[in-house]
């Protein structure tokens, strides 16, 4: 009994950790793998974790956008976030949906599925293409991330 309880305390831990801005799955699939889960488990449970918060930023952050950038306090973060993600994306205004694809896909710091969702917002992309875009970039990056844990796993003896 105990160990069900530890297992599922350590799966929502790495879902948590895959929700969570800038780590993502490229963060929680590489802790998953050390803690003993398989690479598919581990995956899955990332890719749960890194989807959590799309539909909720893809309807809040337009409203929140405008809101806040209004005021005093907040107005230049809003616009600082802005001139960020559109600078990280110039490519996908000309592509949009491919574009998105490949900024949630490639899995380099300041990409992935919380930069897309602002870029999606920013380039007025409609929730249900945005939603599936963004899962499939989220999806892709979670295959190039544990292919690339698992070998660097089995190349440097690493666990």
Known sequence: MLGILQDLKNEI????IAAVPVIEL???????????????HSM???VIGNMLPVPFLLILLEPLFKYFGKTKMFGGLVAWLK???L?????????TILGLFLLVAIPLPATGAWTGTVA???FNVK??????????????AG????VLSTHAISLFGII
């Open 13 to 16: 831990i790495i879902t948590l």
């Open 26 to 40: 490229r963060g929680a699939i590489p802790i998953a793998i050390s803690m003993g889960f398989s690479p598919l």
């Open 44 to 46: 899955i449970l990332s």
């Open 83 to 85: 001139r960020r993600t």
């Open 87 to 95: 600078r990280r994306s110039k490519r996908m205004k000309k592509y």
């Open 120 to 122: 999606a917002i920013l």
């Open 127 to 140: 929730f249900r293409y945005a939603f599936l875009t963004i899962l499939a970039g989220v999806i892709t």
């Open 143 to 146: 295959i190039i991330v544990v």
